[in-house]
């Protein structure tokens, strides 16, 4: 059984620009949900996705944008990029059976700058 | 809307002694949560869940937590602290549909041999 993958690990990007990162559920697993870890805090829900559309959203800007695919891999897009979007993205898949049960990815390191 | 949060940024204990980390929730309806620990370089890992069923909940490593509707908590303990359990614990609430997730702000835990 393969976990969740996350690509990048690492990514610096400079204020303005777009980024996307991408994320492979683990197997079996059709629901992905993306949180932003800022340092030295608790991970912030972005939104989250089921059957290729958005299905839940927490208190961030339209810049921050998803897909998921057939096969259930998703990207985040981020737009426009500020320095405070420097975190931890982290991606989680889970069935929807037991959605509760969140399986997390290692993050992408985003640096904005 | 639906929060958590943990009494103290950090706790640290000695090996053998008990463990009891803080959560207080606030939500409007009957609430879904869980702890999650995450340890040093490795991805957020699911301890145990509270979902409407006994209040008194069993996790991995011998973590258990009880919800207390009448206090809004939902204290992780454990009987005694091993020098594998140092990292960082976040307690986590959903809302019913289980479509978003809010996270705490986290509680390091130390363990002193």
């Known amino acids: 059984e393969t976990g969740v993958t996350q690509s990048p690990t690492h990514l610096i990007k400079t204020r303005g620009q777009q980024v996307t990162l991408r994320c492979s559920s ?4 059709n629901t992905v949900s993306w949180y932003q870890q800022a340092l030295g805090q608790g991970p912030q829900f972005i939104f989250q996705y089921y059957r290729e559309e958005e299905n839940g959203r927490g208190n961030f800007p339209p810049r921050f944008s998803g897909l998921q695919f057939p096969n259930y891999s998703s990207e985040l897009n981020v737009n426009a990029l500020e320095l405070d979007d420097s975190a931890l993205y982290l991606c989680a ?4 059976d037991t959605t509760y049960e969140q399986y997390f990815g290692p993050g992408t390191r985003l640096t904005v700058t | ?6 009494l103290d940024s950090h706790v640290s204990v000695s090996e053998g002694t008990p463990v009891l980390l803080r959560c207080n929730y606030s939500s409007s309806y009957s609430p879904s949560l869980f702890w ?4 040093p370089n490795k991805g957020l890992q699911l301890l145990l869940k509270y979902t409407s069923a006994a209040t008194l909940v069993k996790g991995i490593n011998g973590f258990e937590a009880e ?3 009448s206090e809004t908590s939902f204290h992780l303990t454990k009987p005694s602290a091993h020098m594998s359990d140092a990292a960082e614990y976040f307690c986590v609430v959903s809302d019913d549909n289980f479509n978003k997730f809010y996270f705490g702000s986290g ?6 041999p």
């Open chain 1, 26 to 29: 683990q197997s079996g697993h």
């Open chain 1, 93 to 96: 898949s889970s069935s929807r």
């Open chain 2, 1 to 6: 809307a639906q929060s958590v949060t943990q």
């Open chain 2, 36 to 39: 999650y620990v995450q340890h």
């Open chain 2, 67 to 69: 919800f207390k509707k």
């Open chain 2, 107 to 112: 509680t390091k835990l130390n363990v002193k």
